[in-house]
């Protein structure tokens, strides 16, 4: 059992996720479903009853069980993954990233003891305002992008380019640009 958890555990290829997501995204377009996660944000908002106050959340809720069931799975599988499957194997990030990481004073963990999940503190720290202040941000624009765009990054990236959606496709070029953007002027900005 023991060898079964540690396989687990270690970074998989890239091609084992592309391939898993492929053929989800083929099975949903089998049933008549369109994969993502952003879509759930109706159905909670259905569930709570703003459906009854506002029409653009009035959906059936037992068409969106699978939707349900997949936010539940993802949330017990992260929970599982994270206190039954945690790999020591650092992050493989390149090692201009993590000099120029450090040129902005953002310390990259060489351990999961060092910090859990590998993640810069620096950036994700809730004991100092401007912490706060980028998740707060962040959540805000990311949660109105989503909506307002009609999904997220992966859900049109995958399934929207899989299925030849212009709007898609001029997301997924947005989503570049910002990324660049975000790269190179935000973040010397907030960080440098």
Not at 5 to 29: E, K, N, R
Not at 97 to 119: M, Q
Not at 152 to 158: E, V
């Amino acid at each position: 059992m023991q060898e079964l958890i540690d396989f687990i555990s270690q970074p998989w290829h890239w091609a084992v996720s592309g391939f898993l997501i492929a053929s989800l995204s083929i099975l949903m377009t089998i049933l008549g479903e369109k994969f993502g996660i952003s879509g759930s944000y109706n159905a909670i908002c259905t569930a709570s009853g703003l459906g009854k106050k506002m029409r653009f959340f009035d959906r059936n809720l037992k068409d969106e069980f699978w939707r349900f069931s997949f936010i539940a799975g993802a949330l017990i599988g992260g929970y599982i993954a994270m206190h039954y499957l945690q790999s020591d194997a650092p992050v493989q990030i390149s090692a201009k990233t993590i000099t120029h990481l450090k040129d902005w004073g953002i310390h990259y963990p060489s351990s999961v003891s060092e910090n859990l999940g590998y993640l810069p503190t620096e950036i994700f720290n809730f004991s100092n305002p401007k912490g706060i202040l980028l998740a707060l941000a962040g959540g805000i624009l990311i949660g109105f992008g989503t909506r307002y765009g009609e999904g997220c990054t992966s859900g049109h990236a995958i399934n929207g380019l899989g299925h030849l959606q212009l709007p898609s496709l001029i997301a997924v070029i947005g989503f570049f640009i910002g990324g660049l953007l975000m790269t190179h002027l935000l973040m010397p900005w907030i960080f440098g």
